[in-house]
């Protein structure tokens, strides 16, 4: 059993650990706030995206862009999206987990790989996968142009037909106790389809010089916006994770307290017994020692 010694100490050690993950928790609820205005603050421009690009296709039916092009093809570039730390349970594995998957069942034919975080790019190294571009290191609210040079390389693989689809992996935010991993077609686009309750837009478009034009421009913008929001998603679902997780560890490390303090409570009592049976038996050892 141990000593009352080495509880004490067990005990010092894990309430400084305790304040380490408290701190941890204020920290990620603190950024998750930023995070969430940021990804409710770019939800709009990425509709408007969406909108006008249904109305433009709409108009240039006979045109089809490169990125409109479906392919049979089995290859595939993989643009994946996770954070750059952990300590955030299985936000990063699960989406990593969903896109190896996914690239295996469909394009086992010269995967390759785009990263957007640290933990993404290490996973594919050490598993020596074809990683062609990464941007890790992004900052909380990362500008568009950290993001965009990798992105490009992607997309540039699909221009000069050397991959048949990108694909997009993220870690999606549906609330802070929800995160879900995503993997969707990047390219060729997919315009949805304006659904029946789906206003049309409030005044007719004037394009110049045409709807070609216009579109040849909106489709690389709106795959870019896409990836944009997929970080931005991404990080707000990273800190949700992390906050839960450090809240999760604060908690286990106060019953681990409780539970040792009890611990060492008995052990005391146990000591301090011990000490009084030697006591009672060394008097009773001199007094018939005595007679």
């Known amino acids: 059993m141990p000593s009352v010694r080495d509880l004490r100490g067990r005990i010092r050690a894990i309430k400084n650990t305790q304040k380490i993950t408290k701190a941890m928790q204020v920290v990620a609820a603190t950024k998750l706030r930023r995070a969430q205005a940021a990804v409710q603050a770019t939800r709009p421009y990425s509709?408007?995206?969406?909108?006008?690009?249904?109305?433009?296709?709409a108009l240039a039916t006979e045109y089809r862009h490169p990125f409109l092009e479906q392919r049979e093809g089995k290859r595939g570039v993989m643009i994946l999206v996770t954070a750059d730390r952990g300590l955030a349970g299985a936000v990063n594995t699960n989406t990593i987990r969903a896109a190896a998957r996914y690239m295996n069942q469909n394009h086992p034919d010269q995967p390759r790989w785009v990263t957007l975080g640290r933990k993404g790019r290490d996973f594919m190294i050490r598993y020596r996968r074809d990683v062609i571009a990464d941007a890790s290191g992004l900052p909380d609210r990362p500008p568009l142009h950290t993001i965009l040079p990798a992105v490009a390389v992607a997309l540039q693989e699909y221009l000069e037909g050397r991959t048949d689809r990108v694909v997009l992996a993220y870690a999606k935010w549906i609330s802070t106790m929800r995160q879900e991993a995503v993997v969707r077609t990047l390219v060729p686009v997919e315009i949805p389809e304006r659904s029946a309750d789906q206003k049309a837009?409030?005044?007719?478009?004037?394009?110049?010089?045409?709807?070609?034009?216009?579109?040849?421009?909106?489709?690389?913008?709106?795959?870019?916006?896409?990836?944009?929001?997929?970080?931005l998603e991404n990080q707000a679902s990273f800190y949700s994770a992390q906050m839960i997780a450090m809240q999760n560890a604060t908690n286990a490390a106060g019953d681990f307290i409780r539970d040792l303090t009890l611990l060492m409570n008995k052990v005391r009592q146990a000591t301090i017994t011990t000490e009084l049976m030697e006591i009672v038996g060394g008097a009773e050892a001199l007094r018939s020692a005595s007679t």
């Not at 509709?47 to 296709?57: R, S, Y």
């Not at 110049?208 to 929001?229: G, I, S």
């Open 47 to 57: 509709e408007k995206t969406i909108e006008v690009l249904q109305t433009t296709a």
């Open 201 to 231: 837009p409030a005044a007719d478009y004037i394009y110049e010089p045409d709807p070609e034009a216009v579109l040849d421009t909106l489709l690389p913008r709106y795959v870019e916006t896409q990836v944009y929001q997929a970080v």
